[in-house]
């Protein structure tokens, strides 16, 4: 069993930065991948990046140049460096990773991020 807890989450202005972070529990052996989505109000859950084992990255467009997901040498926390924060950018953003082996994906609780103009 996994354990995805995020912390970061906050109140910024547009323009703004922040970042958000993913410690993971338990039997995290060979998770891959790991990132972060995130949900509006009223809206379905949405990809916002992930990264590989081997440091590979993929983003949603609406967050290319903006954010950056990183992940720390033991591979046990990822990171969502968010940068240029736009109203739109407010959602609960939430952990994720694929124990790959079995193909079971984990979720955190989320966190929220509210970006105000």
């Known amino acids: 069993q996994v354990q995805l807890v995020e912390s970061g989450g906050g109140l910024v202005q547009a323009g703004g930065s922040l970042r958000l972070s993913c410690a993971a529990s338990g039997s995290i052996f060979d998770l891959n991948p790991m990132g972060w989505y995130r949900q509006a109000p009223g809206k379905q859950r949405e990809l916002v990046g992930t990264i590989t084992r081997f440091s590979s990255t993929k983003y949603s467009d609406s967050v290319k140049g903006r954010f950056t997901i990183s992940t720390d040498n033991a591979k046990n926390t990822v990171h969502l460096q968010m940068n240029s924060l736009k109203p739109e950018d407010t959602a609960v953003y939430y952990c994720?990773?694929?124990?790959?082996?079995?193909?079971?994906?984990?979720w955190g609780q989320g966190t929220q991020v509210t970006v105000s103009s």
């Open positions: 994720y990773a694929r124990y790959s082996i079995l193909r079971v994906d984990y």
